[in-house]
């Protein structure tokens, strides 16, 4: 991992901004790029120190790299030394298949997001790190759109500071990818979430040395009753390892390496020592959000709704919908909010939302052990069928063509 970057501090920042962008995961850093290309003053805020981890399955899929390559980022991923796979080894405890994916790369989250934000600060954009970020509720009433302004108000937290420093900026546009549950909205009733029953927990680690656990060039997932675990080769000989578990299973071990290796060991691979490792958690993940634009806020990546994604569909959601709505972001700054809200709607049902319908039915799968069962005799059965839902979730993000024209 690369070096701690140096701070921006936020009392050296201008008062006013183009688009301000609250977090700088791909989606975040995706939608930085290109509203500064299209000449916004940006401004990228993130609450952690970079480079990071995260709990994430780290597979950059066809449709990721095709639309990194789209927008003239083809060559992230080489750079951060990605880790091809071209199979996915599936297995419960009652059978596995290992089916064919196209061709992929598995990447470190810190790598990868470490690149994204270089790519949109040699754009022009500024970045900003150990700072969280609240957006302000409004002056205004709802249908004035005379002031068109929105302020952010910037809380430094990083550890070498005894009083946290704070600031409030203003913007045009506010873009909101800080992720689940989205933090910088909690302010603002026009935003809420719904957390679907089912939800389970995110869980990750990364295992040094571990990569020997696992077939080169393949995805591993185990599914159980309890839940499934991803893993996949990255650089540096390790593994990293994402999870979905049961909410009321984790609370009654009490530690989620136990339940990982529980998984693993019932589904036939061979355990890590996960419960002798440390994990990073998350919120509970299945969610929507009732509304992606309002008031000159868009939302967007995992902030703006997530279902669990299996082979790199996460991160392609991210990209594809931080392009467009950067443009949206443009268009919002320079023309009219309320147009460019409702273009980012519908652009993100369309890039976004409507693909994510193969991953909300295979989460519904994955909770029924039988159901698994007999997908997974069918898929070595009848590879074809399998071959359908891969080719689905694993098509090119074509429709961004016009967007990056």
């Known amino acids: 991992m690369s070096e701690p970057k140096k701070r921006i501090g936020i009392q050296n920042l201008d008062d006013d901004w183009d688009c301000v962008v609250i977090g700088a995961g791909p989606a975040g850093t995706m939608a930085a790029r ?3 290309m299209r000449g916004l003053k940006t401004l990228i805020v993130d609450r952690k120190t970079f480079p990071r981890e995260k709990v994430c399955g780290a597979c950059v899929n066809r449709r990721a790299l095709t639309l990194l390559d789209q927008v003239g980022l083809g060559h992230v991923v080489h750079n951060c030394r990605g880790i091809p796979f071209d199979r996915i080894q599936l297995r419960c405890p009652s059978g596995h298949a290992s089916l064919p994916l196209s061709r992929g790369f598995a990447v470190s989250r810190a790598t990868l997001d470490d ?5 949109a600060v040699s754009e022009g954009a500024t970045f900003v790190s150990d700072t969280m970020a609240q957006i302000l509720p409004t002056e205004h009433p709802a249908g004035d759109r005379g002031a068109n302004q929105r302020s952010v108000k910037l809380i430094e937290n990083h550890s070498d500071c005894t009083k946290p420093h704070s600031r409030t900026v203003r913007c045009q546009i506010v873009i909101a990818a800080d992720g689940l549950g989205h933090p910088s909205l909690q302010r603002l009733p026009d935003f809420h979430d719904k957390v679907a029953r089912s939800s389970r927990i995110g869980v990750g680690t990364i295992v040094e040395h571990g990569a020997n656990v696992l077939r080169e060039g393949s995805i591993g997932m185990a599914v159980g009753r309890d839940g499934y675990v991803g893993m996949v080769r990255i650089s540096h000989n390790r593994l990293n390892v994402a999870a979905c578990l049961d909410v009321t299973r984790l609370r009654d071990v009490g530690h989620p390496g136990v339940v990982v290796a529980d998984i693993l060991q019932r589904a036939g691979f061979a355990d890590f020592g996960a419960a002798d490792h440390t994990w990073k958690g998350t919120i509970q993940l299945s969610r929507s959000t009732n509304t992606v634009a309002s008031q000159g806020i868009l939302v967007v990546g995992d902030a703006a709704g997530y279902v669990e994604p299996f082979t790199g569909e996460g991160i392609a959601w991210a990209l594809a919908g931080g392009v467009a709505v950067g443009d949206c972001a443009a268009s919002g700054a320079h023309v009219n ?3 460019a809200e ?10 976004v939302a409507r693909r994510q319908k193969w991953c909300r039915r295979l989460a519904v799968l994955l909770r029924h052990p039988t159901a698994v069962s007999v997908a997974i005799y069918a898929a070595s059965t009848f590879p074809f069928l399998a071959n359908r839902i891969i080719a689905s979730l694993d098509s090119p993000a074509l429709e961004l063509q016009a967007t990056t024209s």
Request: charged share 25%; hydrophobic share 50%; aromatic share 10%.
């Open 34 to 36: 290109q509203a500064a």
């Open 115 to 119: 690149a994204l934000v270089e790519a």
């Open 337 to 339: 909010q309320m147009t």
């Open 342 to 351: 409702q273009i980012w709607k519908r652009e993100w049902r369309q890039l």
